[in-house]
């Protein structure tokens, strides 16, 4: 079916709900058309159900000016090219190349600056770098301007070093509970949403204090407290405020987490679809964990659809942990569309490549998927073989250790011993209880394991149909 005004479509499309909010609290169109365009882009932007076509009788110049409205009003509040913009003015300044425009651009830009705003810190050392420049030149009038900022601002700018200086040290201990559960972080917590709502700290800083009291609230799985955290920047990012379209799909990333734990899929699915929207670093990422939502709501065509359109970025980067990801999630998907063998040979040739890097970074992720291929094809003593060769035992009683331990290799090794005649049916069920010894599991753990139990029935119903109630009503 064809598409009216296809192009107008498409950007309609592009568009972020967060930036469809900022957008419409700067509308003041009188003419009627316009108006009627903007509102139903808006309108398309926040339907999370279906989306209205446009009238293709209205003179498309009026959807030219729309377009071109928008994008010169998300530009102005995009902080990641304000940073775009100061860091090819350094470039300038330090290799002489810098033109009159350039400099009569970035002087109105100093003399009419009024507030802190987002990349403050790199603004105030780029004027520090161009100061000595102009003083060379004996510009004395455009040295008065550049001192005259430097000196209104000074103060804000050594408050802001100091704050980076210490959300640094803030990052280290948050990051090393979350690797090591060695620190005590909540004290940190009071002053870092301070600093978060303060409009007096540049936006860089507030940022980040956002993304610690986000990972600290992960840490603590304190869910309610991080919901009400990320309402607040919802809000920020609605106003304009913090803005760049790398942020918001950072923050849409970050919603798909907290709602995939607290089991609300379509509200993860929903936010997952919105931080792959727009491409970026991160996006890899962004996709794989989409992916991981679509693959637990039964949904494996949609998500063989999204990693074969994002295939380029998994080719070409050199992110192991996400690549490995990737490849894994390829591998799940091909089992549950019933395509096992496919899923089987896509394992076995990224192992070949990629061996060393697997062990480093993701063993258990890949492995996961590769041997419940190849339980799915009933290849038991192939299990076995990948499982001596690559040491899985060994490395599935390490992670024993971790709180999110679900034992789905330990219990498919077991199962390949039992099938491969190799142990009875006594100290099949021994192995499988095991693993269980002195874990509390958390709700999101007995439910993947229910999955895994699930799977494994088809290959010995009476053994793991057993295990079913004894453990997620008795051990657990």
């Not at 651009?105 to 100061?131: C, H, M, P, V």
């Not at 258990?364 to 499982?387: D, P």
């Amino acid at each position: 079916m064809k598409v009216k005004l296809k192009k107008f479509t498409e950007f309609n499309k592009q568009l972020l709900p967060n930036e469809a909010r900022y957008l419409a609290s700067k509308e003041n169109f009188l003419d009627a058309e316009k108006k009627a365009i903007f509102d139903l882009l808006i309108s398309n932007c926040l339907n999370q159900i279906g989306f209205e076509e446009f009238d293709d009788s209205i003179n498309k110049r009026k959807y030219s000016y729309i377009k071109n409205w928008v994008e010169k009003r998300i530009r102005a509040i995009d902080v990641d090219l304000t940073l775009e913009w100061l860091i090819d003015l350094k470039r300038k300044i330090l290799t002489d190349a810098i033109t009159a425009d350039d400099e009569a651009e970035f002087l109105g830009y100093l003399t009419q600056y009024k507030s802190i705003e987002f990349n403050f810190q790199t603004l105030y050392d780029l004027a520090r770098e161009y100061k000595p420049y102009l003083l060379v030149r004996m510009r004395y009038n455009d040295h008065q301007i550049v001192s005259r900022f430097l000196e209104e601002f000074k103060g804000a700018y050594e408050q802001s070093m100091q704050v980076k200086d210490k959300l640094y040290h803030a990052t280290s201990a948050i990051t090393d509970q979350y690797t090591l559960n060695n620190q005590e972080t909540s004290h940190m917590e009071s002053w870092l949403m301070d600093i978060f709502e303060n409009e007096t700290i540049d936006g860089k800083n507030r940022y980040q204090a956002f993304v610690l009291l986000a990972f600290m609230y992960t840490n603590y799985g304190e869910n309610q407290k991080l919901e009400i955290l990320f309402e607040k920047i919802d809000r920020f990012f609605s106003n304009g405020m913090m803005y760049s379209k790398r942020l918001l799909c950072n923050y849409y990333a970050s919603r798909v987490l907290l709602h995939s734990k607290e089991g609300d899929f379509k509200k993860a699915e929903y936010f997952g679809y919105l931080s792959v929207r727009y491409e970026n670093n991160d996006t890899l990422m962004y996709v794989n964990n989409l992916v991981a939502i679509l693959l637990r709501a039964h949904k494996a065509t949609e998500a063989r659809r999204l990693l074969n359109k994002h295939v380029k970025l998994y080719q070409e980067t050199h992110n192991y942990h996400q690549k490995i990801g990737y490849a894994s999630y390829l591998i799940r998907t091909y089992i549950e569309l019933g395509k096992a063998d496919l899923a089987i040979s896509t394992a076995e040739i990224f192992l070949k490549k990629y061996n060393e890097d697997i062990l480093k970074h993701r063993w258990h992720h890949f492995f996961t998927s590769y041997v419940s291929a190849l339980v799915s094809q009933e290849k038991y003593g192939e299990v076995l073989k990948v499982s001596s060769k690559y040491h899985l035992e060994e490395r599935e009683n390490e992670r024993k250790l971790k709180n999110n331990y679900v034992p789905n290799i330990a219990w498919s090794i077991s199962l390949s011993r039992f099938m491969e005649g190799k142990i009875s049916s006594e100290v099949l069920l021994k192995e499988i209880k095991d693993p269980l010894v002195d874990i509390e599991a958390t709700s999101n753990q007995k439910e993947l394991m229910a999955k895994v139990i699930e799977k494994l029935s088809k290959n010995l119903p009476e053994a793991f149909e057993k295990l079913k109630s004894h453990v997620l009503f008795v051990s657990i």
